[in-house]
């Protein structure tokens, strides 16, 4: 039998305004990474619909060369790997919320270009020839026609994206950026209240994707209404 | 003569589906095809606006070569209306503004403009109160009426239909047929694939008949459907009579 349970909530409670903190790093990060990864992935995922052989090899080389990695390894990469190289040929660094937001997007760039590309591959092809016999190019075809509703069925994946994007920030912890899950380290190295702590974190984590699970739905009955 | 095809050659791959085609459509007539499945009626229509590129041969319409690489493919377009088997109306849209798009972009006319078309050709059509519904609110007929208006508001001198009433339930075919016949009556140039004897019977001026990528027999709807030449006419016309 092991001895008396000693969990010290009010510690956790102190500690409380610190993990706080730490969200809006968390959320900072999963935004902006979030926002570039958008204009990567819809430009990766244009150019893996292309015809053109070069265009797509590069778009695909990026895709699964991301897509089979760990973002962890990225994420070091990019911090120790890159930031060495930076540092001997131009004396220069980037910091580690720089290099958090780079991976967020580089990563869900990948995986956002692939969203994208089902969903414009998804677009019936009678919709493209609608919009062709009435004399629009393939350019305004594309503006009007297939992106407003490939967008409209982007939405929920994007979602989930969003998701899984907030939840990875958590492993930049290891390249020390002051987020949520670095913060309730520190806090438990002082304390020691593990228990306590990493639940505290773990209900902040779920709080906000709950948030953006509820945030989405919403989204997406507006949506079918139109 | 506003179309001329001389010698269509249409492969796919090594498909060869269009061997040689040659046809000619004078303002105001109305072309029926028909064909069975696979005899590349569909093909044929396609290049004639050039949603599939010609492998051979020449397509001249109104005047102008489409072959010719100098041409300005969708301006070519704009003139030929085409309505689809599947209506492929743009669903995010609603019914008047799968209309003015084309019409706003291309012909650049104003909203007020292009509005005040639209309604005219919904008035046409019998839709005048569907403007603002969205087309997954209606009937496959309508539907299909709306995708006529849509290519109408383009002002086209040509009008191509392959097979505008193949995916309706038979008690919807009436009005679209009806629509078209209108069509025909006020002078439209129309080539149209169909399924339907008793429209070609009653409303093309010819009518021709493909197979395996030729045209077989082309002649009068009366001449054609009371007294085939071919063989193979005849009996593709028994199964389907
Ligand atoms: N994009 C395509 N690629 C390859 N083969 C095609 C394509 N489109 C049509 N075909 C083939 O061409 C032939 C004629 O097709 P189609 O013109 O659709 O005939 P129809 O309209 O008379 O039924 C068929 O054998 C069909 O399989
Ligand atoms: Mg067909």
């Known amino acids: ?226 | 003569m506003i179309v001329q095809v001389f010698d269509l050659h249409k492969k796919f791959g090594h498909l060869e589906v269009l061997k040689g085609i040659n046809c000619q459509v004078a303002e105001g007539e109305v072309l029926c095809v028909i064909g069975p499945s696979g005899s590349g009626k569909s093909t044929f229509l396609r290049c004639l606006n050039l949603l599939e590129s010609i492998t051979s041969g020449k397509v001249i319409i109104d005047g102008v070569d489409l072959t010719d690489p100098k041409t300005d493919i969708n301006k070519v377009r704009r003139q030929v209306g085409m309505v689809f088997q599947q209506f492929n109306l743009f669903p995010h849209m609603t019914v008047l503004r799968n209309i003015t798009l084309a019409p706003m972009t291309e012909l650049k006319l104003s909203k007020e403009e292009a509005t005040e078309k639209a309604l005219r050709l919904l008035s046409k059509v019998g839709l005048r109160d569907k403007a603002d519904v969205y087309p997954h609110t209606l009937s496959g007929g309508q539907m299909q009426r709306v995708a006529i208006a849509r290519a109408l508001a383009m002002n086209p001198k040509v009008m191509l239909f392959d097979e505008p009433t193949s995916a309706l339930d038979p008690e919807l075919v009436g009005e679209v047929l009806t629509v078209m016949k209108e069509l025909a009556q006020e002078g439209m140039t129309m080539i149209v694939v169909t399924h339907e004897m008793g429209f070609a019977r009653e409303v093309a001026d010819r009518v021709i008949f493909m197979d395996g990528g030729v045209i077989v027999e082309e002649n009068t709807p009366a001449e054609i459907f009371s007294n085939p030449k071919h063989e193979r006419t005849r009996s593709f016309l028994s199964k389907i009579l």
């Open chain 1, 1 to 226: 039998m092991g001895g008396s349970l000693n969990l010290n909530w009010e510690i956790a409670i102190a500690s409380l305004p610190t993990l706080l903190s730490g969200i809006k790093w968390t959320i900072l990060i999963t935004v902006v990474g979030l926002f570039f990864g958008f204009f990567i992935g819809a430009a990766m995922g244009l150019a893996r619909t292309t015809k053109n052989k070069l265009v797509f090899g590069i778009a695909t080389v990026y895709v699964e060369t991301i897509r089979g990695t760990p973002i962890l390894v990225q994420a070091l990469y990019l911090y120790f790997g890159v930031n060495q190289v930076l540092q001997q040929m131009f004396a220069l660094q980037i910091n580690s919320l720089t290099a958090a937001i780079i991976a967020i997007a580089i990563n869900s760039g990948a995986y956002i270009s692939e969203i994208v590309r089902g969903a414009i591959q998804s677009i019936d092809k009678g919709q493209v020839e609608a919009g062709r016999s009435l004399g629009l190019s393939s350019l305004k075809t594309f503006y009007y026609i297939v992106w407003p509703q490939a967008f409209k069925r982007m939405i929920p994946p994007l979602g989930n994206q969003f998701i899984i994007s907030l939840k990875d920030t958590s492993l930049f912890a290891v390249i020390a950026v002051g987020e949520l899950l670095r913060q309730g380290q520190l806090v438990v190295a002082t304390t020691f209240a593990a228990f306590e702590i990493y639940t505290f974190v773990s209900l902040i984590y779920l709080m906000l994707t709950l948030s953006i699970s509820f945030v989405l739905r919403r989204i997406e009955r507006r949506l079918d209404v139109s």
